[in-house]
């Protein structure tokens, strides 16, 4: 039986092999790789093993990247740190997904199902990709405000910016109406879309379209003039230009 591990934790990979002794005895692995691109050259120079045990995470990023260069046909059981809820969703595939710790009665599991050929040789990548990336954020659509004795709740489409002044923060919209918001600004800019509103400096936060003028200025800055803003004098610093651009230029 030829066991490859590609694991970049020696202590890990160790374990693995002394749990894996009662169901191969004499087992010894034919390679234990620690990287995407020592794996990769491995399998360009050798011939595929029976069973392959393969960390998520490695030393130098994510396994699956393995499997995108080089094409194999060779059974994987995973080993990883992700919690239970990404690892039975992973297991839609007939490959195993073992929780590290490993726990030695899944390990079992998991070596039977191996022998019993219940494993699909064949990995879902697109699959793999979507359960490992992060969740898709989402942002706020209204922002609850109070005027007066009324409360009112402003869609984010009727925003122009954001502001602080005097330690208080306020929302205005495009029509250039103002209101007071109970949040700081660094709350506000964590709860909308990067790619709708921009934090040009400390005090303004604001939406593509309130974008009036740019002009250059002093010091490889630029200056802002915001739509129905009395405020002339906002600049952004010469370390936010370029991101600044970027963002106008998406």
């Excluded at 080993?79 to 992973?90: L, M, N, R, S, V």
């Excluded at 509103?197 to 303004?204: A, E, L, M, T």
Aim: hydrophobic share 45%; glycine share 2%; charged share 30%.
């Amino acid at each position: 039986m030829k066991i490859l591990i590609i694991e970049d934790e020696k202590p890990a990979a160790n374990r693995l092999i002394k749990l894996l002794e009662p169901h191969f005895p004499g087992i010894s692995p034919i390679a234990n790789l620690d990287t995407v691109t020592r794996a990769v050259t491995w399998f360009e120079q050798n011939p595929e093993p029976d069973l392959i045990f393969c960390d998520i995470q490695l030393a130098d990023g994510i396994s699956f990247e393995i499997f995108e260069k080089v094409k194999l046909s060779t059974p994987v059981i995973f080993t990883t740190a992700f919690d239970q809820y990404a690892i039975k969703a992973f297991q839609v595939n007939a490959i195993d997904y073992l929780l590290k710790p490993i726990d030695p009665i899944e390990l079992a599991k998991a070596v039977e199902k191996f022998k019993a050929r219940q494993v699909k040789p064949a990995l879902d990548l697109d699959m793999l990709k979507s359960l490992l990336q992060p969740e898709k954020k989402s942002f706020k659509s209204r922002f609850l405000v109070r005027f007066g004795e009324k409360i009112q709740s402003i869609a984010i489409e009727e925003i122009a910016f954001f502001f602080s002044e005097e330690r208080v923060t306020f929302l205005q919209t495009s029509e250039g109406k103002k209101f007071v918001l109970d949040s700081t600004l660094e709350q506000v800019e964590a709860a909308v879309d990067p790619t709708i509103f921009f934090r040009i400096n400390r005090k303004y936060l604001c939406r593509v379209d309130a974008v009036a003028e740019v002009l250059s200025y002093s010091n490889s800055r630029l200056k802002v003039k915001l739509k129905n803003c009395l405020d002339s004098d906002i600049l952004i610093s010469r370390e936010k230009v370029g991101e600044f651009k970027d963002w106008l230029d998406r």
